[in-house]
T-cell receptor, first 112, second 112 residues
Framework: GEDVEQSLFLSVREGDSSVINCTYTDSSSTYLYWYKQEPGAGLQLLTYIFSNMDMKQDQRLTVLLNKKDKHLSLRIADTQTGDSAIYFCAELGALNTDKLIFGTGTRLQVFP | DAGVTQSPTHLIKTRGQQVTLRCSPKSGHDTVSWYQQALGQGPQFIFQYYEEEERQRGNFPDRFSGHQFPNYSSELNVNALLLGDSALYLC???????????FGPGTRLTVL
């Protein structure tokens, strides 16, 4: 089946690290993505990881993939108030499909 | 390098009416996907167009139709609007053979 789950809310203090978690069900997913959505805006691609990788780091962002448990996480180091937004994880479905399957999103609130 | 653009930004319609939304892909991209994002939810895949044909479709009724033009731009048409069609409609573009989709700012449709 197709299902991507995320926790709804995360609140962190400015300067701390944030970790947003995601679980997915399609073991044949090829790519997994993290998108950011600010209020009233579209989706901004943050980073992605290929399914044969365990980790990917891109500046303040670190993505960890546990394929056995179908668990994906996004760590944001030194979280800033500008990081406040909704974060979506998405999987690219099984082979020969081009549709992204999204979670319900995690609202990250950063307080000073 | 222009990103994905969508028009209009906002739209208000009444039940039973028809609506057309437009999307221009990122420069160099040839594939356009449409997603519906209801309030508080993650985006849901509607369909994807490539070479002016619908390549893949999600679980949406036939009231939702689309078109792709020779310049790769695309339209989403929704007939017989229902209150439940109120949502943010997102267009994403990609290049065939590459698996990353880039999103536009969306069109917010309100059905009264």
């Amino acid at each position: 089946g197709e299902d991507v789950e995320q926790s709804l809310f995360l609140s962190v203090r400015e300067g701390d690290s944030s970790v947003i978690n995601c679980t997915y069900t399609d073991s044949s997913s090829t790519y997994l993505y993290w998108y950011k959505q600010e209020p009233g805006a579209g989706l901004q691609l943050l980073t992605y990881i290929f399914s044969n990788m365990d980790m990917k780091q891109d500046q303040r962002l670190t993505v960890l993939l546990n394929k056995k448990d179908k668990h994906l996480s996004l760590r944001i180091a030194d979280t800033q108030t500008g990081d406040s937004a909704i974060y979506f994880c998405a999987e690219l479905g099984a082979l020969n499909t081009d549709k992204l399957i999204f979670g319900t999103g995690t609202r990250l609130q950063v307080f000073p | 390098d222009a990103g994905v653009t969508q028009s209009p930004t906002h739209l208000i319609k009444t039940r039973g009416q028809q609506v057309t939304l437009r999307c221009s892909p990122k420069s160099g991209h040839d594939t356009v996907s449409w997603y519906q994002q209801a309030l508080g939810q993650g985006p849901q895949f509607i369909f994807q167009y490539y070479e002016e044909e619908e390549r893949q479709r999600g679980n949406f009724p036939d009231r939702f139709s689309g078109h792709q033009f020779p310049n790769y731009s695309s339209e989403l048409n929704v007939n017989a609007l229902l209150l439940g069609d109120s949502a943010l409609y997102l267009c994403a573009s990609s290049l065939t053979g590459e698996d990353t989709q880039y999103f536009g700012p969306g069109t917010r449709l309100t059905v009264l």
